[in-house]
């Protein structure tokens, strides 16, 4: 919702996990932690639309005259 009030897209939500803090504490991600887990692969989609659409925007940057 807040999203939509400030007119930018909403990126997702990541699950409130304790293997978050764990993995933190090792210094070892959880997406290669645990990797099927729910924030894991939470991670990993909002890592995935945050590259993709850096990349189309540095590829609009890049075609500009």
Do not use: H, T, Y
């Amino acid at each position: 919702e807040e999203a939509k009030d400030f007119g930018i897209p909403f990126l997702g939500a990541i699950p409130i996990d304790p293997q978050v803090v764990a993995s933190g504490d090792i210094g070892v991600p959880v997406v290669s932690r645990a990797p099927d887990s729910p924030v894991g692969k939470a991670s990993m989609r909002l890592a995935e639309w945050v590259a993709a659409n850096l990349s189309v925007a540095q590829f609009e940057l890049i075609k500009k005259p």
